[in-house]
C-alpha cells in the first residue's frame, strides 16, 4: 500500500475519494487540521500555545504541524500506508514533508489530483449539504450523490445543512486561493515523477474512486 496524498481544488470530490480509499485499504486518514484540534482538545503544552496563536489570529507555524505530523506518521497504523489531507498546501511544505519522509525512511508514495474545472467545481459547492451529525456529504444536483429523503442523512438520519462556506463568494475566494498556493504543487510533483492526474469533472463518486484505485494498487 502506498503513502497518498490528494491535491484537489474545492468541491472536486477529495473528501468522499479519501474516504472510500480508507475503508476499502484499512488506512489511516491523517488530517493537520484534526491533528491541531486534537492537540488543543487534550490541553497539551503544544495544544495551549497553538490556540493562543489561533486566538491572536496568528497562522499555525509549519515547525509546530511538522512536530505533529512526524508524530502522527511515526504510529504504528501510518506504516501500512496512509492518506494525508491538508498538507502540503504550497512549496516550501512540500520540501519540509521531502525531509520529513527521508527522516522517517518512508517512500514518497503517490500524489493523485483530481482536476475539475471552476464551473463545474462551483456548481457542486453550492449543491452541497453536509450532516450536521456525522459529516457526510450529499449533492442535491446529482440524483446519485442526493439523499433518499430530502434533508436526511441516509448513514444516521442526522439533519442536512448547508456548509457555512458554500456560497458564491467565498468559494470564488478558496478557489483563487488555491490556485495562487496550492496548485504549484503539480509541477512539483511532476518533476518529481510522482503525480497521476485524474480528470473528475463528468465522473460520479464511484468512477472516480475505480480511477483512484487503478492508481494506488
Avoid at 195 to 201: C, P, R, Y
Wanted: glycine share 6%; net charge neutral.
Amino acid at each position: 500500500m502506498k503513502n497518498i496524498i490528494f491535491i484537489a481544488p474545492p468541491a472536486a470530490g477529495k473528501g468522499t475519494a479519501s474516504a472510500l480509499v480508507c475503508e476499502k485499504y484499512n488506512i489511516p486518514h491523517i488530517s493537520t487540521g484534526d491533528l491541531l484540534r486534537d492537540e488543543i482538545a487534550n490541553q497539551t503544552k503544544l495544544g495551549v500555545e497553538i490556540k493562543d496563536a489561533m486566538a491572536r489570529g496568528e497562522f499555525v507555524s509549519d515547525e509546530v504541524i511538522t512536530k505533529l505530523l512526524k508524530k502522527r506518521l511515526s504510529a504504528k497504523d501510518a506504516k501500512k500506508g496512509y492518506i494525508l489531507d491538508g498538507y502540503p498546501r504550497n512549496i516550501k511544505q512540500a520540501e519540509i514533508y521531502d525531509d520529513l519522509l527521508k527522516e522517517l525512511s518512508y517512500d514518497m508514495g503517490v500524489v493523485i489530483f483530481l482536476d475539475i474545472d471552476k464551473d463545474t467545481a462551483m456548481k457542486r459547492a453550492l449543491s452541497r449539504v453536509v450532516c450536521s451529525k456525522c459529516g457526510l456529504s450529499y449533492n442535491l444536483d446529482n440524483k446519485e450523490l442526493a439523499p433518499i429523503k430530502e434533508g436526511i442523512c441516509d448513514a444516521c438520519g442526522g439533519e442536512l445543512k448547508t456548509r457555512g462556506d458554500d456560497n458564491k463568494e467565498t468559494f470564488i475566494t478558496r478557489f483563487d486561493t488555491y490556485m495562487k498556493e496550492t496548485y504549484p504543487l503539480i509541477e512539483y510533483y511532476e518533476k518529481k515523477n510522482n503525480l497521476v492526474k485524474i480528470e473528475v469533472s463528468n465522473l460520479t463518486a464511484d468512477e472516480v474512486f475505480e480511477e483512484v484505485k487503478k492508481v494506488i494498487k
